[in-house]
């Protein structure tokens, strides 16, 4: 029974299920100079996957990521700075393919408030505390 | 007490509100191209199949506007798109078709069953074309003009009520 179990498990072959084309050479291949492939590593894990839309792609098994991926490395390896792979690919597909958020028309807020919120609570405390400061002075 | 001391919670309960709202909200899944209004790009792609040409970006130069169908063998929602393309080259459009990731078996066997709509088929195996043109899935299909421009794109599969939309969206960028 054990051993029928087995024959069947081997049978079972899901991955055949899916697309059967061999992925884009640099889907599942690391380039070889490890500099590189840190740059690119560093790079992949800041772009969004487009299928599974909370996944990086270096995280991602889905074809398109692999595909992404290919791009990466192949254009980290022609000598392109990361900076501007990540523009070519806001630039198709805008900000959202990035996690890295950029300062813009409409993120600025993200970046204003919370230091605007700082600000006050810098200036309530500083006041409050000289007050208190300043009471016991006079007691 | 004073009221100031209750602007807190307030803001608290707003924004609580706010994302309690956004929750219910439907999400947005389909990530559109930022290459609409962009020429497209230079690309060459091999034929997807024996027997009929590849895609360049000469293909869409001249005459007059087509239609480029982003789609696949394996892809559900193009087998119940294929009639709507099969409509859509009655009315006289030119349809040249992008086989993603797909073997030229697969994909005679396709037009076999559900008909051959398309002018000339290229096979992009890694994706190269649908990255260069913002695409995100399968299928896509966009309205390019007479210059190369990229117009219009309708993401998902194409319906009965899509067609007219298409048809018009090619008269407008005649």
New interface residues.
């Given amino acids: 029974m054990r051993l029928w179990f087995a024959i069947l498990a081997l049978m079972a072959a899901p991955v055949l299920a899916q697309?059967?084309?061999p992925p884009?050479?640099y889907?599942y291949t690391q380039l070889e100079d490890p500099a590189l492939e840190a740059e690119a590593t560093e790079l992949m894990e800041t772009l969004r996957c487009?299928?599974c839309?909370s996944q990086s792609i270096n995280d991602s098994d889905a074809?398109?990521a692999g595909?992404?991926r290919?791009?990466v490395r192949s254009r980290i390896l022609a000598g392109e700075s990361p900076d501007a792979i990540r523009s070519w690919?806001?630039?198709?597909?805008?900000d959202?393919?990035s996690y890295q958020p950029e300062v813009s028309s409409t993120t600025w807020p993200l970046f204003a408030i919370p230091l605007l919120l700082l600000l006050i609570v810098g200036g309530v405390l500083f006041t409050r505390l000289g007050k208190r400061r300043s009471d016991k002075g006079t007691e | 007490m004073r009221l100031a001391y209750f602007i807190p919670l307030a803001l608290f309960l707003f924004f609580a509100g706010l994302a309690g709202y956004q929750l219910t909200q439907p999400k947005e899944?389909n990530?559109?191209?930022?290459?609409i209004e962009q020429p497209l790009p230079e690309f060459t792609l091999e034929p997807a199949l024996e027997g009929m040409p590849g895609v360049s970006r000469a293909d869409f130069v001249e005459g007059q506007p087509r239609l480029l169908n982003i789609w696949a063998s394996?892809c559900l929602p193009c087998i119940a798109e294929a009639p709507h393309l099969e409509r859509l080259r009655e009315e006289g459009v030119e349809i040249i078709g992008i086989a993603v990731?797909?073997?030229p078996e697969a994909v005679a066997d396709f037009l076999n069953r559900y008909g051959n709509p398309y002018s000339r088929i290229g096979s992009d195996?890694?994706?190269?074309l649908?990255?260069?043109?913002?695409a995100?899935?399968v299928p896509e299909t966009y309205v390019i003009d007479a210059a190369g421009n990229i117009r219009y794109q309708h993401i998902g599969d194409i319906r009965a009520d899509t067609v007219p939309l298409l048809l018009e969206k090619l008269e407008e960028v005649r």
């Fill in positions: 697309q059967s084309m884009a050479p889907a487009l299928k839309q074809p398109m595909d992404m290919h791009q690919l806001t630039q198709r597909y805008g959202y393919v | 899944q990530v559109r191209s930022q290459m394996w990731r797909d073997r195996d890694i994706s190269e649908m990255l260069e043109i913002g995100s899935g």
